[in-house]
């Protein structure tokens, strides 16, 4: 057969035709390069939005206040029972004397949060020997103060409109000038629980009911995990009834994560009793959905050892078991803790099976245990985000930047075991 002209190497036709399809790979590969960049541009955009919106709120804003811990304020033998909020207001009262009648004290008390007195009372518990002596100590500002210190609070609109009026603008203004006014390492937002008053709230109740879900989940889900998919890839037998769970487990894979939490509703707290907000019930349902992630993976791992492992272990005497246990399960454990990992980092960002099982109430104490009232970190960035207060809002975009720090190491460790443990055949 003679090549015809449009065939032919050489000809017009064949190098037109030639030109047209090295543009459109070209435009393809262009056209997949601007893809990663927009995907890129976006995630940047989010990350640096989030960074803008909740580095602030690493800071707090305090005041410098002068106390005097008169016998009169402490009539009972309980210390705790102390009037350590006079003492407070006392002390403002001092430095602004000119202030009278009921609604100017009430502005002026206003600069001062209400964990002032809380600090006096922890100091006058710890050494009663301060009764009866004056000092100075920084107390947390009232979280307008520290939203005006971070400029977020326009004073040019009208006094109508905004939450600092013009009398606490001087005063603040005056404890500015006067060095009783300072910007410090907001520590409460790692040491504390939350709090209807932004200024006192904190992500550690939170980060430790995260924790302990997290610890019961990984208790629970690694062995059965493993368990289950070296009985599915080395026991079972190849029949109707090992395909049925494999096809049930891909699909539960798939299922969202707030069916679990119907689950474990139904299942865990109406069921067998378990009590509600609390990180047993929490790991449970994060076991359900994470276990066909982990035996997924752990399968994949299995596959990944070449036959002639398995062939030379029973070549040399080995039993099945020996075979499986001291040849192919350590070859293959470092791909399972790698699924594993990514598992625990897909359950740390859950939000929607621990809001069914109640896991969204608002717990101020910090759990010391499995079975106490907790929250979890992404459920209390849930809660701080349906706040009205302008401080919460910093405090949501700060806990969201402590959650992906988590993540993001989380995931690190993964690729970073990946790595380093993985064997090429």
């Given amino acids: ?29 262009l056209m997949g390069i601007g ?11 989010l990350l640096s939005t989030i960074l803008m919106s909740g580095y602030s709120a690493f800071k707090q804003t305090y005041i410098k206040l002068d106390v005097t811990l008169d016998k009169e304020y402490f009539p009972d033998e309980d210390l705790a029972k102390g009037d350590f909020q006079g003492i407070v207001k ?39 020997k301060l009764i009866g002596t004056s000092f100075s100590i920084w107390v947390p500002a009232k979280d307008d103060v520290d939203m005006l210190m971070k400029g977020n609070i326009d004073m040019d609109q009208p006094e109508a409109n905004r939450r600092i009026k013009d009398k606490q603008y001087e005063r603040i203004r005056t404890l500015e000038y006067g060095g009783r006014l ?7 937002f790692f040491t504390s629980g939350d709090s209807r008053e932004p200024e006192l709230a904190g992500i550690l109740s939170a980060a430790k009911g995260s924790f302990y879900t997290l610890v019961i989940t990984l208790l629970l889900s690694f ?21 049925l769970i494999e096809i049930n487990i891909n699909n539960l894979a798939a299922v969202p994560s707030i ?6 509703l139904a299942i865990f707290i109406n069921f067998w009793g378990i009590p509600r907000s609390t990180p047993l019930v929490g790991g449970l349902v994060l076991t359900l959905m994470t276990l066909p992630t982990i035996i997924i993976a752990a399968r994949a ?104 720090g988590f993540l993001i190491l989380m995931n690190a460790v993964a690729v970073y075991m990946r790595k380093k443990f993985e064997i090429k055949w």
């Fill in 259 to 264: 069916i679990f939490g119907l689950l474990g």
């Fill in 223 to 243: 062995p059965m995990g493993v368990a289950a998919a070296i009985y599915l890839e080395e026991f079972a037998p190849d029949n109707t009834f090992t395909d």
């Fill in 182 to 188: 300072q910007m410090r390492f907001n520590k409460t």
């Fill in 1 to 29: 057969m003679q090549p015809t002209e449009s065939t032919n190497a050489f000809s017009p036709e064949f190098n037109q035709r030639l030109k047209r399809r090295y543009r459109a790979e070209q435009s393809f590969k």
């Fill in 301 to 404: 791992s299995l596959k990944s050892v070449p036959p002639s492992i398995r062939e030379a272990a029973l070549g040399v005497g080995a039993s099945k078991i020996q075979t499986v246990f001291h040849h192919v399960l350590p070859l293959a454990l470092p791909g399972m803790l790698t699924g594993t990992i990514i598992g625990m980092a897909q359950a740390l960002g859950e939000t929607a099976p621990l809001l069914m099982i109640g896991m969204v109430a608002f717990i101020v104490d910090i759990p010391g245990g499995f079975t106490d009232p907790a929250a979890a970190l992404p459920v209390q960035i849930y809660l701080w985000a349906d706040s009205p207060e302008r401080a919460f809002t910093e405090k949501t975009s700060a806990a969201i930047i402590i959650l992906l």
């Fill in 35 to 45: 893809a990663i960049f927009i995907a890129l541009a976006f995630l940047v955009f």
């Fill in 90 to 128: 006392a002390s403002l009262y001092s430095m602004f004397p000119e202030v009278s009648g009921r609604r100017d004290k009430r502005m002026l008390n206003n600069l001062v949060s209400k964990g002032a007195a809380f600090k006096l009372m922890d100091m006058v518990e710890a050494d009663p």
